[in-house]
């Protein structure tokens, strides 16, 4: 680096006039990405439509919802929505990269209230809604007892063997490992070094879990997650200090771990094929490429901010309280129509949630938890 510290790496260079204030801790800011929110939005969109027309094995509820196999029922829908499964995975990815983006100069204390508020309240919603749905319309999912959908509240279930309200939340237990290992990253201060170090080791265990037989090394590994959010990281810092080697390095390794992945999530659902899934990845990630190097920067329609918003609330709320509407109402319409029905009204619930739930709830949230730390760094200088 010519004697400049790794960690001190400055932003790329650019012209006079387009350049923008450099940050105190290295980099440049830059404009919001709109065009995340609508990649967040349409992965969302997949993962929807999976659930709803791209099942099709004996033991999956796709059959049991529409009374038959949705490859016959819905044939040109099926071979697109089998895909959507895949929408899971571009979520991980954008979670490293926006993460990375809105943790750089922030504290510990700041992590952990903004990673709350953003998290709990509409899961909560999601929890009770769903729960709701069930008890209404019985017959294609089992309702878990009181005591276990009470403590799906804590979105902690899964790491003490409880059963989710929602099978989508098991994406939740990922993001909360990759957010409790980088959360060691941000009390130690964000650089570029930093960074580049956490997933070098971050992916060497996630690696090494699966034979290590050591199991809690993979459960803090996460090998099945690790290496999307590692893209994620990996092009984040492109977008804050430019591309370099190391990055394009980083990036290629995660794709290479991810496309084995892949497979596996194919052999798992077994309704598409693996050199369909590493293609719909392979362009996601060099569209992400051109993100982070700043060629969709003049992207500004506002209304993608909105969309992105509907998308946590779409996720929670969607899979069995949907599936359980589609089999009640699937001999009264065509079933595409019924579809676009269902996704369209679950996209007027998020739309609700963002507005009524989310904004009040983490407004309330924030107050409470400042004051709370307010009064632990009191009693701390008391002591």
């Not at 819905?74 to 979670?95: C, L, N, Q």
């Not at 362009?283 to 490429?289: D, E, H, K, N, P």
């Not at 319409?333 to 579809?339: F, G, K, Q």
Request: aromatic content about 14%; overall charge positive; charged content about 15%.
């Amino acid at each position: 680096m010519h004697g400049v510290a790794l960690a001190d790496r400055p932003a790329r260079t650019v012209p006079t006039a387009a350049r923008k204030p450099v940050t105190a801790s290295g980099g440049r800011t830059r404009p919001r990405l709109y065009v995340l929110d609508g990649i967040r939005l349409l992965a969302a969109l997949l993962v929807v439509l999976h659930h709803y027309a791209g099942t099709n094995r004996v033991n999956q509820p796709g059959n049991a919802i529409w009374g038959r196999p949705v490859s016959e029922l819905m044939p040109s829908w099926f071979r697109v929505a089998s895909f959507g499964w895949i929408g899971v995975e571009i979520f991980f990815v954008i979670s490293g990269f926006v993460i990375c983006m809105s943790c750089w100069g922030r504290t510990p204390k700041d992590f952990f209230v903004s990673r709350v508020i953003r998290l709990y309240p509409a899961y909560w919603f999601g929890v009770l809604f769903t729960t709701a749905v069930l008890v209404a319309l019985p017959g294609v999912w089992e309702r878990l007892p009181v005591r276990e959908v009470l403590f799906n509240l804590t979105m902690l279930q899964q790491g003490s063997d409880i059963p989710n309200v929602d099978l989508v939340y098991w994406t939740l237990w990922s993001e909360l490992r990759f957010y409790l290992l980088f959360l060691v990253v941000v009390a130690m201060g964000l650089t570029y070094r930093r960074v580049v170090v956490f997933c070098c080791v971050w992916g060497a265990a996630a690696m090494l879990a699966p034979v290590s037989e050591f199991p809690l090394l993979v459960l803090a590994a996460d090998p099945s997650g690790a290496w999307y959010f590692i893209a994620g990281l990996a092009l984040y810092l492109m977008h804050r200090f430019g591309q370099d080697l190391l990055l394009w390095g980083i990036l290629a390794m995660s794709w290479l771990m991810g496309q084995l992945e892949l497979g596996e999530r194919v052999a798992y659902e077994q309704v598409s094929s693996w050199r369909g899934a590493v293609l719909i990845y392979t362009a996601f990630l060099l569209f992400m490429a051109a993100v982070a190097l700043g060629h969709t920067d003049r992207v500004r329609w506002k209304w993608l901010a909105t969309a992105g918003a509907l998308t946590y609330p779409l996720y929670l709320t969607h899979y069995l309280a949907g599936t359980a509407i589609i089999h009640r109402l699937r001999d009264t319409t065509d079933p595409r129509l019924l579809v676009v029905g269902v996704t369209a009204g679950f996209l007027m619930l998020s739309w609700l949630v963002h507005r009524v739930v989310e904004r009040p709830v983490a407004r309330v949230l924030k107050r409470g938890l400042d004051r709370s730390f307010t009064r632990l760094r009191a009693f701390q200088r008391a002591a």
